[in-house]
RNA sequence: GUACAGGUAGCCGAGUGGUCUAAGGCAUCUGGUUGCAACCCAGAAUUUUCGCAGGUUCAAAUCCUGUCCUGUAUUCCA
């Protein structure tokens, strides 16, 4: 039974869907005018783990995963005409690189993925049914404003009262709001500023109301589950259910996931302080499955730190799980995961409980460790149970690689290339024939000069990069 | 100021009243294996300890109170 911390809450709760059998989650994806950092790569990667374990209890076809692109906001206007770019051609450029990062994690795409621009008649018309029970106004300088004051319940997700946010209030108040809490829903737009044709005048979507629509109209107004990073909590987050329960009168969802930050050696990652790492870089030093399962080691919500040497340690505890499914080929495998074995039952009891996946991944540890006992002596059971520490891993999207790929690394990069490592293994077992442990040594030593580590077996000596 | 997250052994990181003599990983050590290594296997130590100080309890990392520290939000941010 999936448990899940639900923020509105505060609590674990049961999960139960709206609909039996059927699951609706929305998050809050991108705002497209920069690539994606490490802080993006974790809510991709957290929210791809939590659909694939929903789709694997509910059924695939069950499940729907929506993840939007906000395409129209003020850092993409500012950015478009630092670039002296077209906003269009700047969005298009960030989402196909976003494209490429989320696929080289192993991140799925999501079932929908709405762009804020193409939901703009559902966003007016939400406005519109604001304005129309008086929640909404229309102030002095032609922006239409949230009158929170009107939404009984505002501050139930961030656990904020009204009077404690006003009062610890730092932002210069906007004087065409009646109240400093108001926020925006439509902005005048200003001249050379893209801008839609709306009953208020030119001008475009605040922030907020574009999730508010774009979840609406693709799942409907009351649905299960909304994730997002741990920043937009508030007030992002609690202004999409004043927007939605505003004008429909009921729950907007019912359970709130978060995500924690990612912080980079203990700081704050920010572009001042030069520690701001975005995935393609990081991918330049470490295969993406790295990056994931440093991801996956924690808990979603912990706060994460970002090191080279907790990569490093990633690499090391993924290079222990490989080096057990070597040699173990299950490509004409196709039973299915036994679910009722007992390290299937750990791995979802550990999945049930909010999706705890740093202990899921010690069951596939004490699965490697029972495959590499097994490879002495049983063949068959051997296979067999490295095809299930695939399936199970597959729930995370780890160890989806071939195990020799894997360990040998990309030969791309300058360095030896795989038929001179042959080579040079080649000579060595030569001069291991002849005893002569000297060239052996060196061989040894020229490889590892190179990054090549070598493994005797019986069956011969096979290598890995470092 | 207020709110919300966190503070666990060398490091990473699970664990929310008894099975904790704190999962798992990384690093370290010993033994087996090996020509020597690496990988792997078996085992060990790092800790009478879970930010600190009190308290509740037969029993606390886990509950309560206080306190310190870090981060986030309150302003765009995953």
């Known amino acids: 039974m999936l448990h899940i911390q639900n923020t509105l809450s505060g609590k674990k709760e049961l999960f ?64 478009a005409i630092e670039n002296g770019e077209d906003i269009n051609s700047l969005t298009n450029r960030f989402i196909e690189a976003m494209h490429e990062d989320a696929d080289a994690l192993g991140v799925k795409r999501p079932d929908i993925e709405p762009r804020a621009t193409e939901h703009m008649d559902e966003i007016l018309k939400m406005i519109q049914t604001l304005i129309d029970k008086g929640m909404a106004y229309q102030g002095d300088n032609g922006d239409v404003y949230y009158q929170v004051s009107k939404f009984e319940t505002y501050g139930q997700l961030a656990k904020k009262n009204l009077d404690d946010l006003q009062s610890g209030s730092r932002v210069e108040v906007e004087q065409s709001k009646r109240d400093p809490m108001d926020f925006v829903l439509w902005k005048m737009a200003k001249p050379d500023e893209p801008s839609w044709d709306s009953p208020w005048g030119e001008g475009r979507p605040g922030w907020h109301i574009e999730c508010s629509a774009m979840s609406v109209s693709c799942l409907g107004d009351h649905f299960d589950i909304h994730g997002g990073g741990l920043d937009l909590k508030f007030p992002h987050h609690e202004n999409e259910i004043a927007q939605s329960e505003g004008c429909t009168g009921h729950k907007f969802v019912n359970y709130w996931i978060h995500n924690g930050f990612v912080r980079v050696d203990d700081e704050k990652m920010s572009k001042s302080l030069g520690n701001f790492f975005i995935i393609r870089d990081v991918l330049k030093s470490y295969a993406p499955e790295v990056i994931r399962y440093f991801i996956l080691n924690s808990h979603y919500m912990s706060p994460l730190n970002y090191s080279d040497e907790n ?87 780890l160890l989806e690689n071939d195990a020799q790929q894997f360990l040998q690394g990309s030969t791309s990069e300058g360095g030896l290339s795989d038929d001179e490592i ?43 990069r470092k």
């Open 16 to 79: 139960t869907p709206i609909h039996p059998g059927k699951v609706n989650m929305y998050v809050c994806g991108m705002t497209v005018y920069d690539f994606c950092h490490i802080g993006h790569a974790r809510v991709l990667v957290v929210f791809d783990v939590i659909t694939r374990y929903l789709r694997k209890i509910y059924g695939s076809e069950n499940v729907t995963y929506v993840r939007n692109i906000t395409d129209i906001d003020d850092k993409i206007i500012a950015r």
């Open 311 to 397: 990569l490093d340690k990633a690499k090391a505890s993924l290079t222990t799980l490989y080096q057990s499914l070597l040699n173990i080929d299950v490509s004409d495998m196709n039973d299915s995961l036994i679910e009722d074995s007992d390290y299937a039952q750990r791995f979802f009891k550990a999945m049930d409980d909010d999706f705890n996946t740093p202990m899921a991944i010690s069951v596939l540890f004490d699965m490697s460790h029972e495959l590499n006992r097994l490879k002495e002596k049983d063949d068959e059971q051997a296979k067999a149970l490295g095809f299930q520490l695939k399936k199970l891993a597959e729930l995370l999207g």
């Open 422 to 464: 042959n080579d040079l293994i080649e000579q060595r077992a030569a001069a291991k024939q002849e005893k002569n442990w000297s060239e052996c040594d060196r061989i040894r030593d020229v490889l590892d000069a190179e990054d090549i580590l070598l493994e005797d077996t019986p069956e011969g000596t096979r290598w890995r």
